[in-house]
C-alpha cells in the first residue's frame, strides 16, 4: 500500500442470482443488479443554480468553466495545459445552451490536412475517487467524424499536461483514462455518429493485432449525437473503494436521463477486444470494474478534446480531408455529485 494512504473498505454489491431475479421481477421491483443505490436523473445540483450562474462556488465543485471571463487569452490561462492550432484556432462565438444565462461559447475547428484539431486540459485541485463531469456540446452542420473526444481519468502521478500510452494496458497503479466519444461504426452512423465509451484500464482487454487499443463500451441502447443542436452530456466515474473489489462504476446521462450505468452484475453482451454493449436484459453478468489496483490512484482530470485525424474519417469512408471538423463546448462543471442539465431561469 502506498505510505499516507488509508485503507480501504469495499463497498456492498448485489450479486445477481437467477432467484433474485424472479422473485424481483415478480413483486414489480427492479432486477437485482439495478438495486442498491440509485443514481439520479434529471435536475441534480444544477437546479440550485438557475442559468448556471454561482454554480462554481459550491462546495460540490471542484472545476467550472463557462467561457464568459475574458478573450480566449484569458480562458486558456485557467487551465493547465491546451493546444490551440495556428491554422484554426479556437474562437468565442455567441452560441450557448437553452436555459445559460451565458453569451459565449467557444468554438474548436480541425482541417485533418493541416492539423489534429485543439485541446484544454485541466489538472483538478483535488484528486477524487469519484466524480461527475457536464459538459454542453453542439455540432453545426454539417457535422464530421472524430478520433478521440472528452476524457476524463487520472495519473498518479499526476500531470500538469495529457499523457500517452495509446495501445498500451495501464499496470493498474499508473493511469485510468475515460473518453466520452462518437464513433462511427466504419461509417455505418451517419456523423459524428453514436455515444461511446473509450476506455484504458488494467483489465482491458487485448485488441486483434496483439496491442491494447482503448476498449469501446456501449449502452445497452444506440444512443445518436444530434447535430445542429446543443445537448447535455454527463460523466460519472466511482473508482473501486480497494484493491480487488469490482465495485467500481461509470455512467452516462445524456440531457439527464441516464442511459447507461456500468457496474457489477448489469447485463452485457460478449466481451471481445474491442469492448462490450449493456444488454435490457438477458446476456451475461457484468463482472464490474476493479479500475486500480492501487488507491492512491485517483481521478484528477478533465480534458477538453477535440482530436480529428486523417485515420478516422478514412474509417469512416471519408476522403475529403481539407473540409472543416468543427465542435461548440460550454457550461463545463466538475463535481463531487450528479450535476444534471442546467436549470433555467425563471422569468420575471
Known amino acids: 500500500m502506498t505510505p499516507g494512504v488509508l485503507p480501504c473498505r469495499p463497498r456492498k454489491v448485489f450479486v445477481p442470482i437467477a432467484f433474485g431475479v424472479a422473485v424481483g421481477l415478480l413483486a414489480g421491483r427492479l432486477p437485482p443488479w439495478a438495486q442498491g443505490e440509485q443514481l439520479p436523473e434529471g435536475p441534480g445540483l444544477a437546479a440550485r443554480y438557475p442559468g448556471d450562474a454561482g ?7 471542484v472545476f467550472a468553466e463557462d467561457f464568459e471571463a475574458g478573450g480566449i487569452g484569458e480562458i486558456l490561462a ?6 490551440n492550432p495556428k491554422e484554426s484556432p479556437f474562437q468565442l462565438v455567441e452560441d450557448t445552451p437553452p436555459g445559460s444565462k451565458g453569451k459565449w461559447a467557444v468554438l474548436m475547428t480541425a482541417i485533418p490536412s493541416k492539423n489534429n ?22 455540432f453545426p ?15 498518479h502521478p499526476a500531470t500538469n499536461w495529457p499523457q500517452g500510452g495509446a495501445g498500451t494496458r ?3 497503479d499508473d493511469r485510468i483514462t475515460v473518453g466520452i466519444e462518437p464513433f462511427g461504426f466504419s461509417g455505418r452512423y451517419p456523423p459524428p455518429g453514436l455515444w461511446n465509451f473509450y476506455v484504458y484500464w488494467h483489465e482491458m482487454k487485448q485488441s486483434a493485432d496483439g496491442r491494447f487499443w482503448g476498449n469501446g463500451l456501449s449502452p445497452a441502447e444506440a444512443q445518436a ?3 445542429g443542436r446543443w445537448q447535455c452530456v454527463e460523466v460519472m466515474i466511482r473508482l473501486n473503494s480497494c484493491p480487488g473489489a469490482r465495485d467500481g462504476e461509470l455512467a452516462l446521462w445524456l440531457d439527464g436521463k441516464l442511459v447507461a450505468h456500468f457496474r457489477q452484475g448489469a447485463p452485457r453482451g460478449p466481451w471481445t477486444g474491442l469492448g462490450f454493449r449493456l444488454l435490457a436484459e438477458g446476456g451475461t453478468p457484468f463482472e464490474g470494474f476493479e479500475w486500480r489496483t492501487d488507491p492512491a490512484l485517483k481521478i484528477n482530470f478533465f480534458w477538453l478534446l477535440h482530436y480529428v485525424t486523417p485515420e478516422s474519417l478514412r474509417r469512416n469512408k471519408i476522403a475529403n480531408l481539407d473540409a472543416e471538423n468543427r465542435v461548440l463546448f460550454d457550461q463545463i462543471v466538475v463535481a463531487k455529485r450528479y450535476v444534471g442539465p442546467i436549470e433555467p431561469p425563471q422569468r420575471p
Do not use: C, M, S
Not at 454554480?55 to 465543485?61: F, G
Not at 485557467?78 to 493546444?83: G, L, S
Not at 484539431?117 to 453542439?138: C, I, M, N, S
Not at 452542420?141 to 495519473?155: L, N, Q, R, W
Open 117 to 138: 484539431g485543439g485541446h484544454l486540459y485541466k489538472k483538478l485541485p483535488q484528486e477524487l475517487d469519484t466524480v461527475f463531469a457536464r459538459f454542453y456540446v453542439k
Open 225 to 227: 449525437v444530434p447535430v
Open 141 to 155: 452542420e454539417p457535422a464530421g467524424y472524430i478520433h478521440h473526444f472528452v476524457t476524463i481519468g487520472g495519473y
Open 170 to 172: 495501464p499496470r493498474g
Open 78 to 83: 485557467r487551465w493547465t495545459d491546451y493546444r
Open 55 to 61: 454554480i462554481a462556488n459550491d462546495p460540490n465543485v
